[in-house]
């Protein structure tokens, strides 16, 4: 979804594709078509439930089974054609009415048996195959890429392997309208652990969102090279991630301290290892929720840079329920299944908790750039 920014540049929220989209996305199959009279689909459908029953065990359902001669791609046309010229050698005639269909798979037939069982129907049988797409598309553009790439293919506003666009749409048009501003205090709390020397340019914001009201409950950037020697990796523990994650277990600790009559006894910033402790104007740490939840449970995290495999885990982990980041870090990103690591994951059937995943992209900074380079982990 697209709109325009404070600043003029048009941005959008792009969600993620999952593993099991990526990996599934260009897989086709080899299947026989065959030209046939128009009066003769339903003879020649119920020939070919004979022949493979079940189209040997593929589910097919996405494919048109017929489609009329002028409508097929023309790569498939050409085939018919060189086909029937093979067959029928000689002048060529006017093509008649005919519908071109999908008999099955290769794998399912062989060539020999198709050709005899359509003999009575078609005469000659016009057989020649072709590639067309084993699963489902996941979107109208991928339907249409495929329709005009392959064979005519039906978008059925689902998607199999990741979540249901309709749930995506509704969550889009909550966040659509404030995104800008929880991204711009990350970006702030980025400069300032940059400026500090604190940490890598990159800051995290979680919002709770109750009754359609959203609230930032913590602010934080990247604390690595506090007190930590230049030449390591920094302190992994104190990435923006996870001290955002670490303020809010603060917040549920020092919430639950005072209903139970507690005293709350609160760890020195310099010795915990997450940095949790708000150290700059920007960073901030309140109250995260007013019912009871676990730590995270469907709050939303907006970062600056797509997080770390480590910190990636960190979100699922913790339970929240939407991320969002605005600049992809493909060398070392989690969350992204088309990456070099190709995880993917905010959506992952073996992992115990989903969420949903978008890339705010504006264009210019897509990229791990503003300062972060594109293989460090954010």
């Known amino acids: 979804m697209d709109y325009e920014s404070a600043a003029g540049n048009k941005s959008r929220l792009v969600p993620l594709k999952t593993t099991l989209e990526v990996e599934t996305r260009d897989r086709v199959i080899n299947v026989y078509v065959n030209a046939i009279p128009v009066k003769q689909a339903s003879n020649a459908l119920s020939i070919i439930r ?185 302190n992994v523990a104190a990435h923006a991630t996870l001290r955002a994650i670490a303020m809010v277990a603060d917040g549920l600790r020092a919430r639950d301290e005072d209903q139970q009559g507690v005293s709350d006894i609160t760890i020195p910033a310099d010795t915990g290892i997450f940095r949790d402790q708000p150290r700059m104007p920007t960073e901030q740490c309140r109250s995260p929720i007013d019912d009871d939840g676990y730590l995270c449970h469907d709050l939303e995290i907006y970062c600056t840079h797509e997080p770390c495999v480590m910190c990636s885990m960190a979100i699922v982990h913790s339970r929240f329920g939407r991320v969002v980041f605005r600049r992809r870090m493909p060398s070392t990103g989690g969350l992204c299944s088309d990456g070099e690591l190709g995880h993917g994951l905010f959506w992952r059937k073996e992992l115990n908790w989903t969420l949903l995943a978008w890339h705010w992209s504006s264009g210019t900074d897509s990229i791990g750039t503003c300062g972060v380079e594109s293989d460090l982990h954010a």
């Open 50 to 234: 004979r022949l493979i029953p079940n189209d040997g065990g593929l589910d097919l359902q996405h494919l048109r089974r017929f489609v009329k001669y002028d409508d097929a791609p023309p790569h498939v046309r050409a085939s018919i054609s060189e086909t029937r010229s093979l067959v029928t050698p000689g002048p060529e005639n006017e093509t008649p009415k005919e519908l071109i269909f999908i008999a099955g798979s290769v794998d399912s037939i062989s060539k020999e048996s198709l050709i005899e069982g359509l003999s009575s129907i078609s005469n000659p049988v016009c057989i020649c195959s072709i590639q067309v797409p084993l699963l489902a598309p996941t979107s109208h553009e991928q339907a249409a890429f495929w329709t005009s790439r392959y064979w005519p293919t039906v978008y059925k506003k689902s998607n199999p392997f990741g979540p249901h666009p309709s749930i995506v749409s509704r969550a889009e048009e909550d966040i659509n309208e404030d995104v800008e501003k929880w991204m711009a205090l990350a970006d702030g709390a980025a400069q300032e652990a940059r400026a500090t020397g604190s940490g890598e340019d990159i800051g995290v914001v979680i919002v709770t969102r109750k009754n359609g009201i959203a609230r930032p409950v913590a602010i934080a950037g990247d604390a690595r090279w506090l007190d930590w020697p230049h030449s390591s990796r920094g």
